[in-house]
């Protein structure tokens, strides 16, 4: 059973940094790309980026709210993704996601971790 | 950026109806868009992938078609458990974008 389990969130002051985690299980994590998406209290989805499989070349895009504060990475031998977060803003505030996509050439997101929340607030 | 926009924004329905949601993207995508569903406070589940492709698991009452940029989302047969926000998302270029969403009610 293919399973995603976020964690490291919580209150955080303004301008201080959060690194959450991903932990996978149940499918070979080094084959998929991994997601995080997050969203916003009473808000839609919002796609922070991605990190390829290693095959695919291991490279990261973001969106551009995050873009040189966020980075995301993998240790394909622990089967985590970690999302590191500096310089937050009252705005980066809400639930955060992990997410893989459905496989090799696949770009949809079929199973999602149950979120943790990220607050930041002085 | 592709934007995503959906109709209605909102739906009351009563169970056994029919519901049609839209989603209609700001160029031409093919086929890279995908359905999700979302209850409140769980994280969302895909239901269609690729406008028309069904989900493993996803019940038969849920379809999808459309191509370019006009995409449907039907829920034939309304259940009482399908009361959610239901989302579409693009994947055919960065960044990745959802729609605003739909909710559906249950009269």
């Known amino acids: 059973e293919v399973q995603l389990v976020e964690s490291g969130g919580g209150l955080v002051q303004p301008g201080r940094s959060l690194r959450l985690s991903c932990t996978a299980s149940?499918?070979?994590?080094?084959?998929?790309?991994m997601i995080w998406v997050r969203q916003a209290p009473g808000k839609g989805p919002e796609w922070v980026g991605f990190?390829?499989?290693?095959?695919?070349?291991?490279?990261?895009e973001y969106a551009a709210s995050v873009k040189g504060r966020f980075t995301i990475s993998r240790d394909d031998s622990k089967s985590i993704a970690y999302l590191q977060m500096n310089s937050l803003k009252s705005e980066d505030t809400g639930v955060y996601y992990c997410?893989?996509?459905?496989?090799?050439?696949?770009?949809?997101?079929?199973?999602w971790g149950q979120g943790t929340l990220v607050t930041v607030s002085s | 950026e592709i934007v995503l926009t959906q109709s209605p924004d909102f739906q009351s329905v009563t169970p056994k109806e029919k519901v049609t949601i839209t989603c209609r993207a700001s160029?031409?995508?093919?086929?890279?868009l995908h359905w999700y569903q979302q209850k409140p406070g769980q994280s969302p589940k895909l239901l269609v992938k690729?406008?028309?492709q069904s989900f493993s698991g996803v019940p038969s009452r849920f379809s999808g078609s459309g191509s370019g940029t006009d995409f449907t989302l039907t829920i034939n047969s309304l259940e009482a458990e399908d009361a959610a926000t239901y989302y579409c998302?693009?994947?055919?270029?960065?960044?990745?974008?959802f729609g605003p969403g739909t909710i559906v009610d249950i009269k």
């Open positions: 997410t893989r996509e459905g496989g090799v050439g696949a770009s949809h997101y079929d199973y």
């Open positions: 149940g499918f070979t994590f080094g084959d998929y790309a």
């Open positions: 990190i390829r499989s290693k095959t695919d070349g291991g490279t990261t």
């Open positions: 160029q031409s995508i093919g086929s890279s």
């Open positions: 690729y406008g028309s």
């Open positions: 998302h693009q994947s055919y270029s960065l960044p990745r974008t």
